[in-house]
C-alpha cells in the first residue's frame, strides 16, 4: 500500500464555486484546506468541461488522485492518512465521512475550527471503514489506474459518478471528515417565515445570497421582495432568476422605496456599524413595520470552550466566520435595537446545549461569585423580530 511518506504520491484537481469564489470566506476556506493537504504534489483548478474525468490521467502520473469536487470544505486534518488508510488494491476510491453520515453515537454538536477538530478526534472510537452510501461525492481519493479503466470504458465520465461507477470497490473512511459551507450564499432560511406579522406584504431581504429567502416569502405569502446583496455573482444570479435586486452593501446603497419588513439573516455581525445599519433599516420600514434578524451568539458554549484553551480561530463559516466585524450577546443586541429605535416583539433562542464534557467542566468548576449564563452558553444564535416604534 502507498503510504504518505513517499514523494509525488498524491495530485489533486480542485473545482471552482462560482457562487462563493469572490469572497472572503472562501479565500480562506481555499488556503485552511491547501495548508491541510501539504503532501500533495500538484494542484489542478478545473471544472468537467476544462479537464474531463476521462482524461486525466494523461495529464497527471501520480498513482493517486485526490478530486474536490466541493471546493467549499472544513477538512480534518488526518483526511490524507485517513483515505490512504482504508484504500487497498480492492478498494481503489475511498470517500471522508460527512454530516449526511457518519460513526453512530458521535453527536454532531462542533461550531468552530477547535471544536470540529474535537468532534473528529470522537470518530476514531468507531470504525474505520464503511460501505459507500452512494451519497454525492464532496472529494475523494481515487486510484490513478481505477479512473483510466473507467475513462476507457466511458468517454464522458463525470467526475461525480467515479465512485458510484467503481460500486463495492469504494469505501467510506469514518476518522476522516469534512464538512460543506457551499450553501453559504444559498440557504432559503424558510425557517425565519413564521416569524413574519400576517399583514407582511412587502419585504427587503439584506444580504440575502441568491434571494432564496426572497423567493420563499413570495411563494409563502404571495408578496413582494426586493434583494439587497453585494456580491456581485449571488446578485446577478438573482436578478436572472427573476428577482428585483438592489446591488451594493447596505450602508451606501439609496433605497427609496418603503417595506413592511426588512430583513438582516445573518447579516448584522459582518457589518462595520450595525447601528447605523438598525437605523437605515428603521427608515426604510413603514410605519409600525418590522425588522427580522438572526443573529449567532457569541455566548455559546463551543466559542467560551475555545477561549479557555486560549483559542479564537476564524473559520469560512459558523460563529467565527472570517467576515464577521461583531459579535453580539443578548443583552448587547437588545441593547443595539433600543439605541435604534425599535421594540422586541418576539425573541427566540436557537438552542444548542453544551456537551457532557462541557456541563461537567461547568459542575465541576462551580465557584462562588462566578455565575455562567447557563442560557447564554446553550444558546447557538436568535431569532428576533422587532418593531418600528
Known amino acids: 500500500m502507498l503510504t504518505l511518506d513517499m514523494p509525488a504520491a498524491i495530485d489533486a484537481v480542485v473545482f471552482s464555486d462560482a457562487a462563493l469564489e469572490e469572497t472572503e470566506e472562501f479565500a480562506l476556506g481555499v488556503r485552511e484546506l491547501r495548508k491541510r493537504l501539504p503532501t500533495i504534489r500538484r494542484w489542478y ?15 497527471s502520473d501520480a498513482p493517486w488522485l485526490l478530486a474536490v469536487l466541493n471546493p467549499a470544505l472544513l477538512i480534518s486534518d488526518n483526511l490524507l492518512p485517513e483515505l490512504m488508510a482504508v484504500a487497498d488494491g480492492a478498494t481503489p476510491c475511498v470517500l471522508p465521512a460527512d454530516p449526511r453520515g457518519f460513526t453512530p453515537g458521535a453527536a454532531l454538536d462542533y461550531a468552530t475550527r477547535p ?15 464503511g460501505n459507500y452510501d452512494r451519497r454525492q461525492p464532496w472529494l475523494y481519493l ?12 466511458h468517454a464522458d465520465l463525470s467526475w461525480s459518478a467515479v465512485p458510484a461507477l467503481l460500486g463495492a470497490r469504494t469505501a467510506i473512511a469514518h476518522h476522516a471528515f469534512v464538512h460543506s459551507y457551499a450553501d453559504y450564499y444559498s440557504s432559503t432560511r424558510s425557517e425565519m417565515l413564521r416569524l413574519l406579522p400576517p399583514d407582511t406584504k412587502t419585504l427587503l431581504d ?53 417595506y413592511d419588513c426588512v430583513a438582516l439573516l445573518e447579516v448584522l455581525e459582518h457589518l462595520a456599524d450595525p447601528l447605523a445599519a438598525l437605523v437605515k433599516a428603521r427608515q426604510v ?98 431569532h428576533v423580530l422587532a418593531r418600528r416604534d
Open 45 to 59: 483548478t478545473s471544472d468537467d468541461n476544462a479537464l474531463p474525468a476521462a482524461d486525466f490521467p494523461a495529464w
Open 115 to 129: 471544536g470540529f477538530d474535537r468532534f473528529v478526534a470522537r470518530l476514531a472510537s468507531g470504525p474505520r471503514r
Open 142 to 153: 481515487v486510484t490513478r489506474e481505477a479512473l483510466a479503466d473507467l475513462g476507457a470504458q
Open 206 to 258: 439584506v444580504g440575502g445570497g441568491v434571494g432564496n429567502f426572497a423567493r420563499a416569502f413570495i411563494a409563502e405569502r404571495g408578496g413582494q421582495a426586493t434583494l439587497l446583496e453585494q456580491n456581485t455573482r449571488a446578485a446577478a444570479t438573482a436578478r436572472a432568476q427573476g428577482l428585483t435586486v438592489l446591488a451594493g452593501d447596505f450602508e451606501s446603497v439609496p433605497v427609496s422605496e418603503r
Open 285 to 382: 420600514l413603514r410605519p409600525n413595520g418590522s425588522l427580522l434578524l438572526s443573529v449567532p451568539n457569541l455566548g455559546h458554549w463551543s466559542v467560551v470552550w475555545d477561549l479557555l484553551e486560549g483559542k479564537f480561530d476564524y473559520q469560512p463559516v459558523g460563529i467565527l466566520c472570517n467576515t464577521h466585524l461583531r459579535f453580539f450577546t443578548r443583552p448587547t443586541l437588545e441593547m443595539l435595537l433600543l439605541d435604534a429605535g425599535f421594540r422586541v416583539e418576539r425573541w427566540e433562542n436557537l438552542p444548542s446545549p453544551p456537551p457532557e464534557a462541557f456541563a461537567a467542566f461547568l459542575r465541576t468548576s462551580a465557584t462562588p461569585g462566578v455565575a455562567p449564563d447557563l442560557d447564554s452558553l446553550s444558546t447557538e444564535g436568535f
